[in-house]
């Protein structure tokens, strides 16, 4: 399953491409993370996103000026990423226990029979 969280948003005072509008433009950076029964990890790459309020209107990086690809990249490194991780969750320690008992029982009923 993948899951996106939000890790930085961040309202600009740059036109709009499409409306020119100063007061509605949004970023918004996401990073995806992978989760399943046995562990959950972060993905490494954060997506950014812009929108505007004032036309509702999502602003593609092909539309984007200069001045809009700069604060990009100053708000992407203030993003926070959260590191790679690899959390385990207790159905993996359940079944780690289990293969240990099992392992030592055919162990023992190997050397003592």
């Known amino acids: 399953m993948e899951n996106d969280k939000k890790l930085h948003q961040a ?4 036109n709009c ?13 996401t990073q995806g993370k992978r989760e ?3 562990f959950e990890k972060p993905s490494s790459n954060i997506e950014g996103s812009l929108y505007c309020h004032n ?6 990086p092909v539309n984007w ?7 990009y990249d100053y708000n992407k490194k203030i993003a926070e990423t959260k590191r790679q991780y690899l ?6 320690y359940i079944l780690l226990l289990l293969a240990i008992v099992i392992i030592a029982a055919a162990i023992y ?5």
């Open 87 to 92: 959390k385990i969750k207790p159905l993996t």
């Open 36 to 38: 399943n029964l046995l």
């Open 109 to 113: 009923l190997l050397i003592s029979g």
């Open 17 to 29: 491409p499409t409306c020119f509008g100063t007061d509605g433009l949004e970023f918004t950076f």
């Open 65 to 71: 000026t200069s001045d809009i690809e700069r604060v």
């Open 55 to 60: 036309c509702k209107n999502t602003i593609y």
């Open 11 to 14: 309202r600009l005072n740059n």
